[in-house]
């Protein structure tokens, strides 16, 4: 079977592996730290590819948009949506795009977004249900964690990220190798993932190299040094 996105890259780092931190994401204006192994980050999508699947019934080929900012959730909902077939149709702003099945949105913008399924999403450091939200509007802390932590990856129709032009797989690893990223590296990335070149090289390029992702978002600079020594960080993009 065709293997999705989302397949390559959890299979690009081997079993003994895969119990070490593959994600680990900073919040410098929070002060949030988590850390994700392989097997973590697999049972998040999984538990998201579900809720796409099941709770939605959306069959692969769907559209997705996630207007959200750099977070592990974020990730996770990435890493979901390919996983279920789906196609990111568009990353940030979502204003000027057209129909999508289903849009991943912060609680304060839910109101606003046009889809069929709607779902705020809480981009707290443990993924906790969003109090208050209005009727219609669906809660992926809430919703998510009942979903199961296994699944049966569904290829798509479509591409994995509507904006990309050419097989991301392939761009991927061309990204990673201009930047010198390889298997077991420890990536300090302080990149968004607001287009495609910077989803693509700052979130997919050092996954599907293998390598271990340290994302920091709202970035202290004076920060910087001492966290790429204590997280033992082998590349800086």
Request: charged share 20%.
């Amino acid at each position: 079977m065709q293997q999705t996105l989302t397949d390559v890259i959890l299979d690009a780092v081997p079993a003994d592996r895969r119990p070490q931190p593959r994600l680990t994401y900073y919040d410098d204006a929070t002060g949030e730290r988590t850390e994700l192994s392989t097997v973590t980050l697999a049972n998040w999508a999984a538990k998201t590819a579900n809720l796409l699947r099941d709770e939605f019934g959306l069959l692969p080929g769907f559209r997705v948009a996630v207007a959200l900012p750099v977070h592990w959730q974020t990730a996770v909902i990435l890493l979901g949506t390919w996983w279920a077939g789906g196609e990111v149709a568009a990353l940030g702003d979502i204003d000027d795009v057209d129909p999508v099945d289903v849009a991943f949105t912060t609680a304060e913008a839910a109101a606003g977004a046009d889809a069929d399924e709607v779902i705020a999403v809480p981009l707290d450091p443990f993924a906790l249900a969003v109090p208050g939200l209005p009727v219609g509007i669906g809660d992926f802390g809430g919703s998510v964690r009942l979903q199961g932590d296994r699944f049966a990856s569904s290829p798509g129709a479509g591409r994995p990220v509507a904006e990309v032009d050419g097989d991301i797989v392939d761009l991927a690893r061309a990204a990673a190798e201009k930047a010198g990223i390889g298997a077991g590296d420890r990536v300090l990335s302080s990149l968004d993932w607001s287009d495609a070149d910077a989803l693509i090289a700052g979130f997919v390029a050092p996954l599907l190299a293998g390598a271990s992702l340290v994302q920091v978002r709202n970035g202290d600079p004076a920060r910087q040094e001492h966290r790429a020594e204590q997280e033992k960080v082998t590349r800086t993009l």
